[in-house]
DNA sequence: TCATGCGGGTTTTATAATCAACAAATAAGA
DNA sequence: TCTTATTTGTTGATTATAAAACCCGCATGA
């Protein structure tokens, strides 16, 4: 949560994407305007433009945004010991999403970007590759790589299915969920 | 809906209100702080000021306002025919309660405020006697008396427990019951 | 006893958001 | 095609809210 922003920006940002991401469930992005937004999120069409230059550059520092907190998460991550668990840092991814969920649930599920779902699978492979190695003890290469693609496939795609179905369960017991799935999975390689 | 009053007056005093409600869910008015409400709104503890003098001075407004709409939809109601149903104005009655659930629900469920209660009944049945009279055709004066406080309150009883129960019926729906068990108890005075 | 803390009000300065109006661009229909 | 709406950016003046700093009164506890 960015606490350095004035409590209005922060305001009117959160309704401007409240609208978007509600128009986004009915239509596609290349026609929706800056009026409906503005009239959606209850502001005057004027402010939009002190925040964005179109409906694109909205979406592009929006989902910017999201990436920027993933990748701090990510990075503030480090295990204590060799054999810590990624748990803590899955929970955050989850509450990451879920303080993004409105966004985040159009994004990633079906009629999504998918450059958007692209650019977060990259994402986490390029940068949680090496917890996972080294946590789980990895011997044959080659066939991780395979199975690291798998993960990463199966982690974004239970977001979305989480997201879609509306955030039933708490982030905590979805992070429970992935880890076992990941350490499961991972037992072929012992 | 106030129309004609700034967006961001309508929703700061919007984000104070449901504060409010939801505070007094807690814990009785009298210890219920103004740093409480503005932290809670999510708004600068001096913008408060800028509308209420204090924290009674808000409740006493804010309930004239309601006061203010439940006296505009009587008002405006003028039946078309003798026989006409006083159903529409029941449905604005429902309408005018879901705009304002969050806090009408603590003002009229347990834990609420008697005197708010007590001057609504007198609100309905100064104001609506007219018409029911009118339609119900009553013959026997005394008695019918009884029967309208039973009515009235058996009307907030409804409120009570249609906003405590979550608003699970629609304003129409509620409007329908309402009238029903009005006119059919109103059977004994044919 | 004094200190420390907390809530109540108030003030000043800075800035975000409003409203209303506008001309240019774009879409839509006859 | 010409005409008529609709959306788009942008502007200027105005207002509401934010932030931070006050002082005050009161309580609580060392």
Tied chains: 1, 2.
């Excluded at 993933?70 to 899955?90: H, M, Q």
């Amino acid at each position: 949560m960015k606490k350095n922003e004035d409590r209005r920006i922060r305001k009117t940002k959160k309704a401007m994407s409240d609208a978007l991401a509600s128009l986004l469930l009915k239509k596609p992005l290349n026609n929706i305007s800056v009026r409906e937004i503005a009239e959606l999120a209850d502001i005057n069409r004027g402010t939009f433009y002190l925040h964005y230059r179109d409906v694109y550059d909205m979406v592009e520092q929006l989902q910017n945004e999201i990436f920027e907190k993933f990748n701090e998460i990510i990075d503030n991550y480090e295990p204590k010991s060799e054999t810590d668990s990624l748990f803590p840092l899955i929970v955050e991814v989850f509450n990451l999403l879920a303080d993004n969920s409105e966004l985040a649930k159009v994004l990633i599920s079906k009629n999504g970007d998918a450059i958007f779902l692209d650019k977060l699978k990259n994402l986490l492979r390029d940068k949680c590759l090496v917890n996972v190695k080294k946590l789980l003890k990895i011997k044959n290469e080659d066939e991780f790589q395979y199975y690291y693609d798998y993960i990463i496939a199966g982690c974004t795609g239970l977001f979305g299915s989480w997201l879609a179905g509306g955030m039933k369960e708490t982030p905590v017991e979805m992070a429970g969920y992935t880890e076992e799935f990941i350490m499961k999975g991972a037992d072929i390689f012992k």
